[in-house]
Structure formats: structure tokens, C-alpha cells
């Protein structure tokens, strides 16, 4: 297999409340960062003026995401919220609300790269949560940026992550 490169596409995917299911993916456009890191917090215990032993917590994964721009539906997904469409035509107008009560949901998360052998690469993370910031700027002579930042978690099977290698190209599944 080959030597992952750039970041061609990510895509998340809402898990619905109490049931676990997946909804539909929602593409998060002109991706520019998906970054990941696996920490896990230890307690020690320690005696006689040493650490006698530790014991990990349970390991989790921080990442964060940058896009130039963002769709208000994948704003839905990160931030929770909801998108009210009116009108048509010319005159169709979406509007995003978010207000103090609305949580936010879990989502899974799959970014893909390109693989200097002619296949990709693509890292999901299961069940995620936007546990930092949401945020985007808006500034003269520059375009839109939008980044977040949170927690994976692992799902019902135990499963934190995935590195899946493919000799070809192989699209983010559309569920």
C-alpha cells in the first residue's frame, strides 16, 4: 500500500438518538484539515515516595476539522440546530437556528486521502461529539473559514478508530 497524501473528501454522518442508527452523510465541503489525536488520562498510585503503579482511563481521540466554507446542513451535524427552507425560486431562503436548548448530536466522521500507489486511505471515527469550538471569519479580501473541534469516542463494539488502506479508490460510502 502506498503513502497517504492531501485530504480529497470527509464526510459525517449523524447517529440518531437512542437507537444508534445511521443517518445520511452530509459532506463537509472544500475540506482542508482532518487531524486527529489518541490521548487517554492514567491515575498513578503512588507509595513509599514512588509511583507504584497506573492504570489508564480508556482512550479517546481530539480532532479537529477546517473547511473553506460550510453547508448549513453540516452545521446541523456539528453544532445540532435546525435549517428552515422557504420560498422558491429566487426567492428561496435557507435559515440555520440555533438556539441554548438545542444539544449537541453524536456523528461519525470519515475523511479519505489519496494514496501515491494509485489507492486511499481513509480514517473513521465512529462516534464523535463537537465538544470545542464551532467557528468561522469572515474577513475582507479572504474567503470563509470554518474549523471545529471535539471528542471520539468509541462506539458499541469498542471500536475508537479506523486506518483502512485500499489498493484503489474507494468513495466514502453514502449510506
Known sequence: ????????DVKMTPITPGTGAFGTPVDLPNSRTFSFEETEDFQELRGDDKVVATRGQGASVSWELESGGISLEALVVLNGGTVVVSGTGPTAKKTYTKKVTDQRPEFKIEGQALSESGGDF???LPRCKTNGSVSGELGDGAFWLTS???IGMADSSDKLYDFVENSSITPIPVI
Open 148 to 150: 471545529a473541534s471535539g
Open 122 to 124: 481513509h480514517l473513521v
Open 1 to 8: 500500500m502506498g503513502i497517504p497524501f492531501g485530504l480529497r
